[in-house]
């Protein structure tokens, strides 16, 4: 079956580390998300990527870091400037082949501080 | 810029009551129109789309209209189960940009 793989499902973060969530894909979309959900709140943009190898700020790229070397994979770090990283992170992709399509989402990672 | 205006929550209704979850856009182009649902602890899944005016998205007894006159997209139900107690995002899709614009959830509780 084809879909997005969000891993770990947990992850918990010590002051001052950098962390990676892991994001991968084998719908062969071309583009890719990534989203934080705060309790209570809708979703913000941190990255996004339409193409192998370059990838945009979203409203919320401070304290984050994307790399998309693949197609399938779109990973996620979440740098020690990041001063508020606890939160639910969802990563979705999408087909820009044929406009207007929408997003597949991952099941989210759960990050907590220690 | 495009936005997506949905119903502030929580929404409390009894098994089997008439669900009503507003939604109303402002695009420049013509853009699709979703609905997403997330449950607790998961990713959203797409409930239902439409890709033009006066289409009709329908999925597990849900249903929305695009309406363009009226820029809404209000999902309906008619007779809810506890089993559709989740969040509910509305979302847009223009072709001039290749994000999805969401709005910032409803949250939908049924008691039996």
């Known amino acids: 079956d084809g879909g997005i793989t969000q891993s770990p499902k947990y992850l918990f973060r010590k002051e001052g580390q950098n962390v990676t969530l892991s994001c991968e894909q084998n719908?062969?979309?071309?583009?890719m998300y990534w989203y934080r959900q705060d309790p209570g709140q809708g979703l913000r943009l941190i990255y996004y990527?339409?193409?192998?190898?370059?990838?945009q700020k979203g409203d919320i790229a401070e304290g984050y870091s994307v790399s998309r070397e693949k197609k399938e994979s779109f990973p996620l770090t979440v740098t020690s400037a990041q001063k508020n990283p606890t939160a639910f992170y969802l990563c979705?992709?999408?087909?820009?082949?044929?406009?207007?399509?929408?997003?597949?989402f991952g099941d989210g990672t759960r990050l907590s501080i220690l | 810029g495009d936005s997506v205006t949905q119903m502030e929550g929580p929404v409390t209704l009894s098994e089997e009551a008439f669900l009503t979850i507003n939604c109303t856009y402002t695009?420049?182009?013509?853009?699709?129109l979703f609905w997403y649902v997330q449950y607790p602890g998961e990713g959203l899944q797409l409930l239902l789309k439409?890709?033009?005016?006066?289409d009709k998205g329908s999925n597990k007894g849900f249903e929305a209209t695009y309406r363009k006159e009226t820029t809404s997209f209000h999902l309906e139900k008619g007779s809810v189960q506890v089993s559709d107690s989740a969040v509910y995002f509305c979302?847009?899709?223009?072709?001039?940009?290749?994000?999805?614009?969401f709005g910032k959830g409803t949250r939908l509780h049924i008691l039996p």
């Open positions: 695009a420049t182009g013509y853009p699709s």
């Open positions: 719908l062969n979309h071309d583009a």
């Open positions: 439409a890709t033009k005016a006066d």
């Open positions: 990527s339409q193409i192998v190898n370059d990838f």
């Open positions: 979302a847009l899709s223009d072709s001039i940009d290749d994000k999805i614009i």
């Open positions: 979705a992709s999408r087909s820009n082949t044929v406009s207007n399509q929408p997003q597949h």
